[in-house]
Nanobody
Framework: VQLQASGGGLIQAGGSLRLSCTAS????????MGWFRQAPGNEREFVAG???????WYAKPAEGRFTISRDRAQKTAYLQMNSLEPGDTAVYYC????????????????WGRGTLVTVSS
C-alpha cells in the first residue's frame, strides 16, 4: 500500500483546510487509518483515526475542530480541520493498517510522506 497525503498549505488562524490521503492497493477498505502530525522539535503525535468499521478517535486538541472520514470507493481518507490555530502548525501524515493501539505511531504499517500545514496568527 502506498499513501499520498495532500491538501496542506498556509492558512490564517481561524481558517479551514481539508487534508486528503489517497491509497493505492486493493485492500484499502480493510485498513484502519490514522492522521498524525509532527511539529519541529516534537515527536509525531496522534490526531485522529478511523477504523475499517467506522469507529473514530480524536486526540483532545482535535476534538470539536477536526473531522476524519473515509471514502472506500475512492480509497481516500480525509481530515477536515476547522478553527485552525498556530499550534496546529506541523507536517501531517496519514497512516494505514493499524495492529496496536490507535494513538501509537508504532501501530501503523504504512505511511504517506506528509503534507505541511502552516497556520499564521
Amino acid at each position: 500500500v502506498q499513501l499520498q497525503a495532500s491538501g496542506g498549505g498556509l492558512i490564517q488562524a481561524g481558517g479551514s483546510l481539508r487534508l486528503s490521503c489517497t491509497a493505492s492497493g486493493r485492500t484499502f477498505r480493510w485498513y484502519d487509518m490514522g492522521w498524525f502530525r509532527q511539529a519541529p522539535g516534537n515527536e509525531r503525535e496522534f490526531v485522529a483515526g478511523i477504523s475499517r468499521s467506522g469507529d473514530i478517535w480524536y486526540a483532545k486538541p482535535a476534538e470539536g475542530r477536526f473531522t476524519i472520514s473515509r471514502d472506500r470507493a475512492q480509497k481516500t481518507a480525509y481530515l477536515q480541520m476547522n478553527s485552525l490555530e498556530p499550534g496546529d502548525t506541523a507536517v501531517y501524515y496519514c497512516a494505514a493498517d493499524r495492529s496496536g493501539t490507535y494513538h501509537s505511531a508504532q501501530s501503523y504499517s504504512y505511511w504517506g510522506r506528509g503534507t505541511l500545514v502552516t497556520v499564521s496568527s
